[in-house]
């Protein structure tokens, strides 16, 4: 059998079987909580996550965005794109009040704020950000 396990090394024919036997037989109560490390690739992802981690391999994108056909192996990588289409900002700052689809461009900018340990209205441009 060429895919095992990574929690109990039983041998399954393709990655959709492993998939299934992951989550079946070693998501804790499908709470998602028990890590996993990928034998293709190494990475250790959750239970919860290994059957679309597993796509990434077998290259499925099933999920497909209904505004402009784009398609992502993952559920909540096309949540996050949808955010482009419906101008959904989720990531307000406190300080100036700006909005934004993710939470890095969000957290960037929040240290834009910060000067020495301490929150600044203003932000002095530097260099058109």
């Not at 990434?56 to 996050?80: N, Q, S, T, Y």
Request: include cysteine; proline fraction near 3%.
């Amino acid at each position: 059998m060429p895919y095992k396990c990574p929690v109990c090394g039983v041998g399954k024919r393709s990655t959709g079987a492993l998939s299934q036997h992951v989550k079946t037989a070693h998501d804790e109560g499908g709470k998602g909580r028990r890590r996993v490390t990928c034998e293709v690739c190494g990475k250790v992802v959750t239970a919860e996550y290994f059957t679309d981690h597993m796509k990434i391999h077998r290259e499925v994108k099933d999920e497909v965005c209904h505004f402009c056909g784009k398609a992502f192996v993952a559920r909540e990588a096309l949540r996050m794109h949808l955010r482009v289409h419906t101008g959904e900002k989720p990531y307000a700052c406190h300080v100036c009040g700006k909005a934004f689809n993710q939470k890095t461009p969000h957290t960037r900018h929040l240290q834009m704020h910060k000067k020495n340990g301490s929150w600044v209205e203003k932000v002095e441009s530097g260099g058109g950000k």
